[in-house]
């Protein structure tokens, strides 16, 4: 059977999330063919009994390597012409979200990939009921994608996200190499290759759990060394992005030194900032931590997604 919509979930455990996460699936009304693939990255949870149960595709990791290994993976045996990434402590909270999605990426051939806006919080205890068809949402071509990359990611999770698997395929997926932020990093690469569609609707649900994987800030800033030193030369492309450079430059000293955070096992060689700083360490530290200038950055950055727990730490 051909299929046209492949969804893979990457999944280690969280067996009762990643039911929700499938049934969400199951109850899309769509006139495209959909088949789920569940990766199990090396659980000691019973996945397989739960995708025989749900006549889910089951591929297993013989070892354990990664949610980002896994989506390969999945992507690598996937059917689809498209894909669609979804967590599986995430799921769909309408039921006509692949139809929206593939319909997009069928009538535009030049898109490349289709995101949604920001995932919707439940906490563990809420039920939640997946909502009937609402109306289509506005959804609209973003301008100069890679442009706006290199300024923030404004796409953040997988979850949620379509994209074209020879597309996908042909940038050789999801980089395991990088340390964290791999997201960032294929959204970048995947936006050299045409265009990126916005559907404006949460369609996505992310459930709050004790067993998640944790944002840490030590991630953030590891992730986004390595992503500013594997795309150096885009950074430094122009007096724009170089601009850009510099901000998360600045934002990498600033959390690193709130959390003592040491850098020197990163690779940073190639970021003049991080390389002054590294030199200076001492005294721009003692300059950050400084009561006064803490409380000025606490009040600045205390609500923004790259420095989250770093004032808890």
Same mark, same amino acid.
């Given at each position: 059977?051909?299929?046209?919509?492949?969804?893979?979930?990457?999944?280690?455990?969280?067996?009762?999330?990643?039911?929700?996460? =499938?049934?969400?699936?199951?109850?899309?009304?769509?006139?495209?063919?959909?088949?789920? =693939?569940?990766?199990?990255?090396?659980?000691?949870?019973?996945?397989?009994?739960?995708?025989?149960?749900?006549?889910?595709?089951?591929?297993?990791?013989?070892?354990?390597?990664?949610?980002?290994?896994?989506?390969?993976?999945?992507?690598?045996?996937?059917?689809?012409?498209?894909?669609?990434?979804?967590?599986?402590?995430?799921?769909?909270?309408?039921?006509?979200?692949?139809?929206? &999605?593939?319909?997009?990426?069928?009538?535009?051939?030049?898109?490349?990939?289709?995101?949604?806006?920001?995932?919707?919080?439940?906490?563990?205890?809420?039920?939640?009921?997946?909502?009937?068809?609402?109306?289509?949402?506005?959804?609209?071509?973003?301008?100069?994608?890679?442009?706006?990359?290199?300024?923030?990611?404004?796409?953040?999770?997988?979850?949620?996200?379509?994209?074209?698997?020879?597309?996908?395929?042909?940038?050789?997926?999801?980089?395991?190499?990088?340390?964290?932020?791999?997201?960032?990093?294929?959204?970048?690469?995947?936006?050299?290759?045409?265009?990126?569609?916005?559907?404006?609707?949460?369609?996505?649900?992310?459930?709050?759990? &004790? @067993?998640?994987?944790?944002?840490?800030?030590?991630?953030?800033?590891?992730?986004?060394?390595?992503?500013?030193?594997?795309?150096?030369?885009?950074?430094?492309?122009?007096?724009?992005?170089?601009?850009?450079?510099?901000?998360?430059?600045?934002?990498?000293?600033?959390?690193?030194?709130?959390?003592?955070?040491?850098?020197?096992?990163?690779?940073?060689?190639?970021?003049?900032?991080?390389?002054?700083?590294?030199?200076?360490?001492?005294?721009?530290?003692?300059? =950050?931590? @400084?009561?006064?200038?803490?409380?000025?950055?606490?009040?600045?950055?205390?609500?923004?997604?790259?420095?989250?727990?770093?004032?808890?730490?």
């Amino acid at each position: 059977m051909s299929f046209d919509v492949s969804v893979v979930i990457p999944v280690f455990n969280r067996i009762n999330l990643l039911k929700m996460a =499938i049934e969400s699936i199951l109850v899309q009304k769509t006139d495209f063919n959909v088949e789920i =693939i569940v990766v199990d990255d090396h659980s000691t949870d019973d996945i397989e009994a739960v995708c025989k149960s749900y006549s889910c595709r089951y591929i297993l990791n013989n070892n354990q390597k990664g949610a980002n290994h896994a989506r390969n993976l999945g992507v690598k045996n996937a059917f689809g012409r498209f894909i669609t990434f979804l967590d599986s402590d995430d799921f769909f909270i309408t039921n006509n979200v692949i139809q929206l &999605q593939a319909d997009t990426m069928t009538r535009d051939s030049e898109i490349v990939m289709i995101y949604p806006d920001k995932r919707e919080v439940f906490n563990e205890e809420n039920s939640v009921e997946i909502k009937n068809t609402q109306a289509e949402p506005v959804i609209h071509l973003i301008s100069d994608p890679q442009k706006k990359l290199l300024r923030i990611d404004f796409i953040g999770s997988y979850s949620g996200v379509m994209v074209k698997k020879c597309k996908f395929e042909s940038i050789e997926g999801c980089d395991v190499t990088l340390p964290a932020r791999q997201d960032w990093d294929l959204w970048l690469r995947m936006s050299r290759l045409g265009k990126i569609a916005h559907c404006k609707a949460q369609l996505i649900g992310y459930r709050c759990h &004790q @067993n998640q994987i944790s944002k840490l800030p030590v991630n953030k800033i590891v992730g986004t060394l390595a992503i500013l030193n594997k795309h150096y030369e885009l950074f430094s492309s122009s007096i724009l992005t170089d601009f850009w450079k510099q901000i998360h430059s600045i934002k990498i000293i600033l959390a690193a030194s709130l959390c003592s955070i040491d850098m020197r096992e990163s690779e940073f060689s190639r970021l003049p900032l991080i390389q002054k700083y590294m030199k200076k360490k001492k005294s721009i530290d003692h300059t =950050i931590n @400084n009561k006064i200038s803490k409380k000025l950055l606490r009040i600045c950055f205390n609500h923004s997604y790259f420095f989250k727990g770093v004032f808890d730490s």
